[in-house]
């Protein structure tokens, strides 16, 4: 690509001191960010009926190699870490699919059928990924969906994955943390029209994509631009420790109200020894004020809360996997990776009392 905009010799500089400061010899996040792999939609593009694109992971093949001047390499790790997409088992019973949205989706197999996990944010993309899931899996009927949390990438995709009148029939149960529906209202309906466009800004969905414009968001690669939809949970979780069966699995919740979400709750699957931590123990640092305009995030509440997930949970989980990102496997390097995610917000949390007390 031709460099008609090189990159300041200062910037060239601050991205060398990252490229020898951090530990990009690391290759783990390589190699859990494949590991498990099922099967992609290839292209990995999906439209709507009217023939628009939603969603285009395909255009950011060009995260290959070493960073160019013009981008953090730290910022171009993780894209190319994050645009990794497909179906990827986590362990027996429990598969994602990645790189199809912002988020994750997630499915757990029960004795009927599947149980879904944060339906992304399109219903083109959800459905997209239910395919793909199905095509490798068999035709499981969904009979569960679980909202962790009031964000729009956790629940807009869930007609794209089944009907008000299944969950009216009670096919279909729908389970969600205490608040839900009351922050889901308030975050895209209330202020949705300005959220929306500021996460429009945030996420950057209409930069060209490549070194000089869209190279990833961190968190995900980008928004999907589809149809958003909502149906309101059928069970609420309020307390931590509620255990929960559904369509034969075993859950156990623990509620995280005011840490990344204002309604927010991780679960356990003791029988698969894994551990969803919902957008609290991701492999990024969170704003705590977003610039789309989310809640403030509470970093001492966050940082308790992943204390008592590692007490509560910590040397069963032999696997974490969450609602962005690759999982993390072997208990140790679950306790390992929760006790950095919590240090970090503590520490942001610690050191802006301390610096601002001192003035
Ligand atoms: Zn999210």
């Not at 429990?94 to 988020?103: A, E, F, P, T």
Request: glycine share 10%; net charge negative; proline share 4%.
């Amino acid at each position: 690509m031709a460099n008609s905009n090189p990159a300041s010799s200062f910037i060239v500089e601050q991205q060398q001191a990252l490229r020898d400061r951090l530990p990009f010899s690391d290759t783990t996040d390589f190699d859990n960010a494949q590991r498990g792999l099922l099967g992609r939609l290839e292209p990995c593009q999906v439209d709507d009926a009217d023939g628009n694109s939603v969603w285009d992971n395909a255009s950011y093949a060009f995260l290959q190699g070493d960073a160019p001047d013009t981008v953090n390499p730290s910022l171009w790790r993780q894209s190319t870490l994050v645009a990794t997409d497909g179906l990827f088992e986590v362990v027996e019973g429990i598969y994602q699919v990645r790189g199809l949205d912002l988020s994750n989706i997630s499915f757990i197999e029960g004795e009927r059928g599947v149980i879904i996990i944060d339906p992304l944010i399109s219903t083109e993309t959800a459905a997209a990924a239910l395919a793909l899931y199905r095509e490798h899996r068999g035709d499981r009927p969904v009979t569960g969906v679980i909202y962790t949390h009031c964000h729009v990438d956790h629940f807009g995709g869930v007609k794209g994955v089944t009907t008000q009148e299944d969950v009216d029939a009670g096919r279909v149960v729908v389970l969600a943390p205490e608040g839900f529906v009351e922050h889901a209202v308030s975050e895209n309906v209330y202020a949705g029209t300005a959220m929306g466009r500021r996460a429009g800004y945030m996420y950057g969905a209409a930069l060209d994509r490549g070194p000089q414009g869209a190279v990833g968001a961190g968190l995900g690669q980008t928004t999907s631009t589809g149809a958003v939809t909502l149906i309101a949970p059928t069970l609420e979780i309020t307390k931590t420790g509620q255990e929960e069966v559904v369509d034969g699995v075993r859950i156990v919740f623990q509620m995280a109200p005011n840490t990344e979400a204002p309604a927010e709750m991780l679960f356990y699957f003791p029988d698969h020894k894994a551990l969803c931590a919902a957008e609290d123990a991701t492999h990024t640092l969170h704003n705590l004020l977003t610039l789309r305009g989310a809640v403030v995030r509470d970093p001492h509440a966050w940082s308790n809360y992943l204390t008592e997930t590692i007490d509560l949970f910590g040397g069963k989980a032999e696997a974490v996997f969450a609602s962005h990102h690759w999982p993390t496997w072997g208990a140790e390097r679950v306790v390992d990776f929760l006790t950095t995610q919590r240090d970090l917000y503590a520490y942001l949390h610690d050191q802006t009392l301390r610096m601002l007390n001192k003035g």
